[in-house]
């Protein structure tokens, strides 16, 4: 049996060698540009902080800050390698693509460009998302909230991990449609399963927006109201791309009315 899954396994750590190769390539790019990819990443923060200058009129305008020594070179690594991960996504996907091609048909090989550029733009959009609409709500709320009271004095390293975190939440969220679409093309799932799974989806949802989000209920409501959205999209495009739902009905009309 080992054997037998001998050249899936090379296979497998040759594709993840050359995955985790673009990361590394890709980070030290990133981090030859940290600065102003770490000025893009506390933007939002920096707004929701003015806003409680403006606000609250016991407290001072808060701050950004670091406990530790060596703070400022550990959030650096840390804005690199979550940019080396966003800039490796098209060499990622293509070696998932790569590594599962040998048991497609030629047609669905012929899906790869498609999936890196629909896999890379959907995470770009999720990402984008949740940069331009979830934190600004997000923020200004949390930090905010109290500040007539405390001056709110933002850990850096606290921060990115945080900040990380939503991005790729949402990143990987927006890949729903893209993964049913292909799913759907394999012949893996079609709508009649993900209509009948849809109550049980909307749970899950909610559990993963409350994992990957703020403690407060605007921002998971940020996160769930697109992931159902989005739910209800594949549902679309499974239906679309994978005529196997309708053959079977059309298989059940014939015998109902064969039986008559």
């Known amino acids: 049996m080992f054997e037998d899954l001998r050249p899936h396994l090379v296979e497998l750590r040759k594709r993840l060698a050359i995955s985790v190769g673009a990361v590394v390539v890709m980070f030290f790019v990133a981090l030859f540009f ?6 893009w990443i506390i933007e939002p923060l920096n707004i929701a902080l003015e806003e409680v ?11 950004v800050t670091t406990n530790q020594v060596g703070g400022a070179f550990f959030v650096a690594l840390k804005v690199a390698f979550f940019t080396g991960i966003l800039a490796a996504l098209p060499i990622i996907l293509a ?10 048909y030629a047609n669905e090989k012929r899906m790869l460009i498609p999936f890196i550029v629909g896999g ?4 770009g959009v999720g990402v984008a998302f949740a940069y331009y609409v979830v934190t600004p709500f997000g923020f200004d709320f949390l930090i905010t909230f109290g500040s007539f009271k405390f001056t709110p004095l933002i850990n850096i390293e606290d921060y990115v991990g945080f900040f990380t975190k939503i991005m790729f939440g949402f990143g990987l969220a ?22 009948g799974f849809f109550k049980y989806a909307i749970v899950i949802i909610f559990i993963v927006a409350a994992l990957l989000t703020p403690p407060d209920i605007l921002t998971q409501l940020l996160m769930a109201g697109p992931l159902i959205i989005l739910y209800g999209l594949s549902i679309l495009i499974v239906k679309a791309v994978n005529p196997a739902a309708r053959e079977e009905d059309n298989e059940n009309e014939d015998d109902a009315k064969s039986g008559t």
């Open 53 to 63: 200058g403006k606000k609250s009129v016991h407290a001072a305008e808060g701050m």
């Open 120 to 123: 890379s733009v959907m995470f």
């Open 34 to 39: 940290h600065e102003p990819l770490l000025e």
């Open 174 to 195: 927006f890949e729903l449609p893209v993964f049913a679409y292909f799913l759907a093309l394999l012949g893996l799932i079609y709508d009649r399963q993900m209509s």
């Open 95 to 104: 070696q998932f693509w790569l590594f599962i091609a040998p048991g497609l």
